[in-house]
């Protein structure tokens, strides 16, 4: 199955997430993916699942994923990646959130895997979620993106205690996170 991402994070976690149920390989040098101009996390992961799927002649999965802040009205979402700007780091957009979200307001991941089998023209989208709160500064060194100041609201085996995303062990983040939840929903459908 092709995996319809260069992202090496996104790679390993999906690696990681699947115990080795699925062999996915990453999206080729030569395929362009289209621009992630939808309106929703489905329609972007759609359309990056389509074209790769089209320009490959395999299996392809794709996702798309961010983070939606109540007290901003549902923003960055769909422009997660690409909060502070075109070329922003993932510590420009954490700094951003940050600066415009107030401390212990509510926050959710969401990620939409899409699946798309070009032989027989299935078409899928899976969607998982996590909801936290935002913390006061970021803390720990795993993960990426916006997880230094996600708290979970999921309780664990022997508690969170307080921890971010960016602080869980991987089996612990894998357990409760946006992507474990969709993928697991994919690999339930798979299963089927």
């Given at each position: 199955?092709?995996?319809?991402?260069?992202?090496?994070?996104?790679?390993?976690?999906?690696?990681?997430?699947?115990?080795?149920?699925?062999?996915?390989?990453?999206?080729?040098?030569?395929v362009t993916l289209p621009?992630?101009?939808?309106?929703?996390?489905?329609?972007?992961?759609?359309?990056?699942?389509?074209?790769?799927?089209q320009a490959t002649g395999?299996?392809?999965?794709?996702?798309?994923?961010?983070?939606?802040?109540?007290?901003?009205?549902?923003?960055?979402?769909?422009?997660?990646?690409?909060?502070?700007?075109?070329?922003?780091?993932?510590?420009?957009?954490?700094?951003?959130?940050?600066?415009?979200?107030?401390?212990?307001?509510?926050?959710?991941?969401?990620?939409?895997i899409a699946y798309v089998?070009?032989?027989?023209?299935?078409?899928?989208?899976?969607?998982?979620?996590?909801?936290?709160?935002?913390?006061?500064?970021?803390?720990?060194?795993?993960?990426?993106?916006?997880?230094?100041?996600?708290?979970?609201?999921?309780?664990?085996?022997?508690?969170?205690?307080?921890?971010?995303?960016?602080?869980?062990?991987?089996?612990?983040?894998?357990?409760?996170?946006?992507?474990?939840?969709?993928?697991?929903?994919?690999?339930?459908?798979?299963?089927?």
């Open positions: 199955m092709l995996l319809s991402t260069r992202n090496a994070h996104k790679l390993r976690e999906f690696e990681r997430l699947t115990g080795g149920r699925l062999v996915v390989d990453p999206l080729p040098d030569d621009p992630e101009d939808g309106a929703s996390f489905a329609e972007n992961a759609l359309g990056k699942a389509r074209a790769a799927a395999r299996v392809a999965i794709a996702d798309d994923s961010g983070i939606e802040a109540a007290a901003l009205d549902g923003r960055p979402g769909i422009y997660s990646a690409r909060y502070a700007g075109p070329d922003a780091s993932d510590g420009d957009n954490l700094a951003k959130l940050l600066r415009e979200a107030p401390a212990g307001s509510a926050l959710q991941y969401v990620c939409a089998d070009p032989a027989s023209g299935e078409q899928r989208v899976f969607e998982g979620h996590c909801s936290g709160t935002l913390a006061a500064r970021p803390s720990g060194d795993g993960g990426f993106g916006y997880d230094p100041a996600f708290l979970p609201d999921d309780e664990l085996p022997g508690g969170i205690g307080g921890r971010t995303m960016a602080e869980l062990s991987d089996a612990e983040k894998d357990s409760i996170s946006h992507r474990g939840r969709a993928l697991r929903e994919l690999v339930s459908w798979l299963d089927g």
